[in-house]
């Protein structure tokens, strides 16, 4: 398993951009990407971002010296991220066919069916 290297960012105003974020993290290494997330709807920040670095090392200076650093008056709040997601399906896995073969007790297309003798996902 590759080493950690994204941090989550806590604490964000509405008006910190991708860019912002990044200047503020590249004193401490490479940083390949930032995410500030938006709502759907609104469009406006959440309030958290992203930032993945090259190096754990370069991740580790940023969580150690950022965490509860101010950014435009606000206390951030820094931890590692989350297991990463796997971005390869863009639909939940038990909406697929296959899975309804595998798992859904012999149910016809889009029915559940009788689910008593589903296996469990490993």
């Excluded at 991708?18 to 290494?29: C, E, I, V």
């Excluded at 992203?50 to 965490?67: G, I, Q």
């Excluded at 206390?75 to 798992?103: P, Y």
């Amino acid at each position: 398993m590759a080493p950690k290297t994204t941090l989550y960012v806590g604490g964000l105003v509405p008006e910190v951009t991708p860019q912002l974020l990044t200047a503020a993290f590249a004193p401490f290494g490479d940083v390949l990407s930032v995410d500030v997330p938006r709502d759907f709807k609104t469009g406006q920040m959440k309030g958290f971002g992203f930032v993945t670095f090259r190096l754990r090392e370069d991740a580790e200076e940023a969580l150690y010296n950022m965490n509860n650093a101010e950014l435009l008056s606000r206390t951030l709040s820094l931890s590692w991220s989350a297991a990463e997601k796997d971005h390869k399906h863009n639909e939940a896995v038990w909406k697929g066919e296959r899975w309804l073969k595998e798992h859904g007790g012999g149910a016809g297309e889009g029915e559940a069916g009788d689910l008593k003798d589903a296996k469990p996902i490993e």
